[in-house]
């Protein structure tokens, strides 16, 4: 019984160990990113590292309001890339901020159908029962689902669709409800439409209609010393990393339009 | 205290959990009198079946309903072909994929207290001339009632709680799948923490409420165990 119990122990003090060596703390970062940066991301740090083999870093992506108030009940991120600019003015405005937000990137929200050629479609044009079920972001936490709402009302069929609204909990759930045709039309990232595993069309929502979606990221109070957080942030400002990011139709600060 | 949209949220949990739990106990009945009673070899495979939700993570039962469900799956199809409209996004949807992840906490009570009672009672109503409804609903139903209470509790309990399939297969409809633990999801995700704890505390206390009925309403010699 006793060895039994020591050897119970002793199994959990290894199953407690973390999976990976820990590296140095300088060479792991964890980044906290908006859901439209799916596989975008990815890639910057897959050619990131490739100058910076040692350095490890790590995504969890989510809708950029919920990753805002993940970072602010204290979660172990470095870097928070959001998909607009007020969370992470308001990350600065309660103090958790680690610098101030820099834009990266200005997104673009897009309808998208697998079934429906969306090409000529106007957004005035969602009215239209054809449309079917139409998926937009939850307008609550996530940016372009703000915009979806926004875009909606400006063309005056927000009351016309309502009733054919589903939500995402994020962009990338918004856009995987379009992709799998459980949605006939999904209001998503452009970024995500142009990354799709599926095969549609899609027509831009014209960025008059709703608010711009800057995107912006700041370091945080973790990452305000953390020298591969600094350095991460200034290679996405590199042109290396902005061709992928133009890569994945996102337009770029300082460059026209 | 509440929002329109909060006690919308409730009505409609108090609702889907309802007739989730009624259907549950008509499909449950025979099936649980089955699994019982049988002979049959696939009472091991279908004992497992019915099982499967307690340990399959709900994204994975989602997932998976959100694919047969969708216009390419197999069910889509049919359901389509029908004429009928698709299951995802839909209070329709949620009942049936509730019904799904609800299941063994059902059934498995029903199961535990038909075997409870055993064949003799029902031998002996035999003997007396009882048919096979008559012995069900005079003998075995009343005797098996408090593992009928219990299925209905754990039931209802899981479907109020229920949260990765929603989360998967619902897409957060007010009035049709904004259900309370998504309400109360979209609460915290907004930051909204005050709204978030008065409904989180609802649910804690209809859940508490609910477990201390079920041991109240045990008749006391079963209470013990």
Redesign the interface.
């Known amino acids: 019984m006793k060895r039994f119990l020591i050897s119970c122990l002793l199994a959990c003090a290894a199953l407690l160990q973390p999976w990976s060596k820990a590296s140095a703390e300088d060479q792991h970062i964890t980044i906290a990113a908006a859901a439209d940066l799916h596989d975008a991301m990815d890639k910057l740090i897959a050619s990131y590292r490739r100058n910076h083999p040692g350095a490890t870093l790590e995504v969890v992506y989510g ?1 950029s ?2 990753l ?2 993940q970072i ?1 009940q204290g979660a172990p991120f470095e870097l928070f890339f959001s998909a607009d600019s007020s969370y992470p003015q308001q990350l600065v405005a309660h103090g958790k901020a680690g610098g101030t937000p820099v834009p990266y990137a200005m997104g673009h929200l897009v309808m998208w159908s697998a ?1 429906i050629d969306m090409s000529q479609v106007k957004v005035a044009d969602l009215s239209q029962q054809r449309f079917g ?1 139409i ?1 937009i972001a ?1 307008p ?2 996530a940016p372009y689902g703000k915009r979806a709402e926004q875009a909606l009302h400006a063309a005056g069929v927000w009351d016309a669709v309502q009733a054919r ?5 994020n962009i990338a759930q918004t856009a995987q ?1 379009a992709q ?4 006939t039309v999904g209001l998503i990232a452009e970024s995500l439409a142009k990354a799709s595993p599926v095969k549609g069309s899609y027509a831009l929502v014209p960025a008059t209609m709703h608010e711009p979606l800057k995107q912006s990221f700041v370091l945080t109070q973790r990452g305000a010393g953390n020298a591969l957080a600094k350095d991460f942030a200034s290679y996405v400002q590199s042109p290396p990393a902005r061709a992928i990011l133009a890569g994945y139709g996102f337009s770029l600060p300082g460059a026209g339009h | 205290m509440f929002s329109a949209q909060d006690l919308q949220a409730l009505w409609l949990t108090l609702r889907l959990a309802s007739v989730v739990t009624l259907l549950l106990l008509l499909l449950g009945c025979p099936l649980a009198w089955w699994l019982t009673h049988t002979s049959s070899r696939w009472r091991r495979p279908v004992a497992a079946l019915v099982a499967l939700p307690l340990v399959l993570p709900p994204t994975v039962l989602g997932f998976y309903l ?2 047969l ?4 799956g197999a069910v889509g199809r049919l359901i389509a072909a029908a004429g009928l409209s ?1 299951l ?2 839909t209070f329709r949807g949620l009942v049936v994929a509730s019904m799904l992840y609800s299941l063994p906490f059902v059934v498995q009570p029903l199961h535990n207290a038909f075997e409870a009672v055993g064949e003799r009672p029902l031998e002996l109503a035999s003997s007396l001339g009882a048919g096979p409804w008559d012995r069900f609903f005079t003998v075995a139903l009343p005797l098996a009632w408090p593992g009928v209470i219990t299925a209905a509790v754990l039931g209802f309990a899981h479907t109020v709680g229920e949260f990765g399939v929603v ?1 998967m297969i619902g ?3 007010p009035g049709q799948t904004r259900v309370l633990s998504m309400r109360i999801y ?1 609460h ?4 909204e923490y005050h709204q978030a704890n008065v409904l989180s505390l609802c649910l804690l206390v209809v859940s508490f409420a609910a477990l201390l009925a079920m041991t109240l309403l045990r008749p006391r010699r079963y209470a013990r165990d």
């Open positions: 809708a309001g919920m805002l108030n602010e079934s079920r998926a939850n609550q936490h609204l589903v939500y995402g909990e409800f799998s045709g459980n949605a | 959100l694919m469900w969708g216009p390419e698709a995802p996004f989360l897409g957060n409809i979209d915290v995700q907004a930051g």
